[in-house]
């Protein structure tokens, strides 16, 4: 697997028009998880106008999720480490 082969999605909710956009395409492990650690804290989220983020990998493969009145729902690692800070 190539090194830049994340991207991350942020879905908004039914409200805001439930818009499917991808905010990275092909970046780094690095990039990716900066761009969702912002999008899973942003205003956006704060006001229930996101729904959901996700970073996929080159396989189309689902490798972090943060989903709306749930939080970080995968990897089971970033869930407890969530659980652990609040």
């Not at 818009?19 to 690095?30: L, N, T, Y």
């Not at 804290?41 to 709306?68: F, P, S």
Request: glycine share 10%; charged share 20%; with cysteine.
């Amino acid at each position: 697997m190539s090194q830049n082969e994340f991207s991350v999605y942020q879905f908004s909710t039914e409200a805001f028009g439930n818009v499917q956009e991808r905010v990275r395409a092909f970046v780094s492990v690095g990039e990716a998880m900066a761009a969702f650690m912002h999008y899973t804290n942003n205003v956006a989220t704060k006001i229930g106008a996101t729904a959901r983020v996700i970073i996929t990998d080159g396989g189309d493969c689902t490798v972090a999720e943060w989903k709306l009145g749930e939080g970080y729902t995968f990897p089971p690692e970033l869930v407890a480490a969530s659980k652990k800070q609040g």
